[in-house]
Structure formats: C-alpha cells, structure tokens
C-alpha cells in the first residue's frame, strides 16, 4: 500500500523566514501527491497537487512544493512564512495508480510561526 | 455557493445512543467519505461510496454505518457500538476517476459523548 511519513510533529518558524514542511512518500507506481491545510475547528483545504513532470508545484496562499524523486520527497515550501500561515498541514498520496483510489493521509505536522 | 455542508457543527450524545451525521454537497460529485480526526492520529477513513446506493468500509467502520440514497447526500450514523466515539467527524467529496482528484471537505462536525 501507499503511504506517507510527516516525520515532524510541529514546526516553529518567525514571520518572514522561509519555511519547509517536509513529507516522504512511499509508492509502488506512479506517486500522486497532494498537500492540504486545516484551521483551527475547521475541514482541510486543499493546497495544491504534484503533476508529473513538474518538480516546483505553486499551489494557494504563496506555498510551493518541491518533488524530489530520488529522495522520495515531496516538502511544503513558502519563501517568507506569515503569523496567519499557523495551522495543521497534511501531506496525501492517491492509494494506488489506476482506477477509483483513496487517498492515504500523513498524520500532520503543526506549523507555528511566531510573530 | 458550490461546496459541502456538514451538521450539525457541534454535537453531545449520551452514552448508548445513536446519532446521525449530515453531509450535503451540490459539486455534483460521485464519491464521498467520511474520516475521523483524533489529536495526533490524523485522518481515518470510516466508509466511502462512489456511487448511489453503493458504500465500502474504510479502516475504521466498527461501531458506523452509512447511507446513499442520494448522490448528493451521505449521512454517517455512530452507533452505540463504537466504544469511543467523541472525535471530529469530516466528509469528504470527489470527482471518481482521474489520478489527480483532490478531495474537497466539509467544514466538520465535533461529536462529544456525555
């Protein structure tokens, strides 16, 4: 089955640095990658999605993701990170290649950004 | 305003009841799921269904049941079997074929047992 590790529980960052969220994926065909944030009290909004070929994904809100097929890696990225940017992301990947697939999530990390 | 809707927001149940939870969405989708949020676990997919009266059981449907009567509705019934329910409850909609179909989510329903 396909998976996904989020290997830190929480991120600490300061408003204005640039901030990574990392996430590794596990894949026996083709990896269909997503990232989604959650608010306080609130469902997941969705971030942006990893399409074949392209290793920089923009996605919504200035956040970026950058695929790394040889380490298995698909990082959240934004170059200057903002107090309202404080929330609980998660990475996904489609549980398999063809046909109807769930998505399998990560078990979040919790980015903090300081003012 | 297209989207899904999830009620109600918060919800008390006496031990040894059942509740049902709605979930309502109009972006003509085919698949819909529902997941359990516990502190710390992430996600958990309870049951999905990619079809009108068609539904499978996720990971965790002990103690759950479902309905699809209607495509654009897929309410989840916690019974008094599931042995520790209070968590927060998400529905999930769908497009069903395609690699690249994100799943867009209701805003939650907090379910506390008494």
């Known amino acids: 089955a396909q998976s996904v590790a989020q290997p830190e529980d929480q991120v600490n960052v300061a408003e204005g640095n640039p901030l990574t969220v990392k996430c590794t994926y596990s894949?026996?065909?083709?990896?269909?990658l997503f990232w989604y944030v959650q608010y306080p009290n609130r469902g997941l909004q969705f971030l942006l999605k990893y399409i074949t070929g392209d290793n920089l994904v923009k996605g919504s809100y200035g956040f970026e993701a950058e695929f790394n097929k040889s380490q298995t890696s698909f990082h959240l990225k934004k170059p200057s990170a903002l107090v309202s940017d404080s929330a609980l992301y998660f990475c996904?990947?489609?549980?398999?290649?063809?046909?109807?697939?769930?998505?399998?999530f990560g078990t979040g990390t919790r980015l903090l950004v300081s003012p | 305003d297209g989207g899904i809707t999830q009620s109600p927001k918060y919800l008390f149940r006496k031990e040894g009841q059942n509740v049902t939870l709605s979930c309502e969405q109009n972006?003509?989708?085919?698949?819909m799921y529902w997941y359990r949020q516990d502190p710390g676990q992430g996600l958990r997919l309870i049951y999905y269904s990619q079809i009108v009266n068609d539904f499978q059981k996720g990971d965790i449907a002990e103690g759950y049941s479902v309905s699809r009567e209607k495509k654009e509705s897929f309410p989840l019934t916690v019974t008094s079997a599931q042995k520790n329910p209070t968590a927060f409850y998400l529905c999930a909609s769908s497009i069903l074929r395609g690699p690249y179909n994100e799943q867009f989510f209701g805003p939650g329903t907090r379910l506390t047992v008494l």
């Open positions: 996904a990947v489609r549980d398999g290649d063809t046909g109807f697939q769930k998505l399998v």
């Open positions: 972006l003509n989708h085919d698949a």
């Open positions: 894949v026996s065909g083709n990896p269909y």
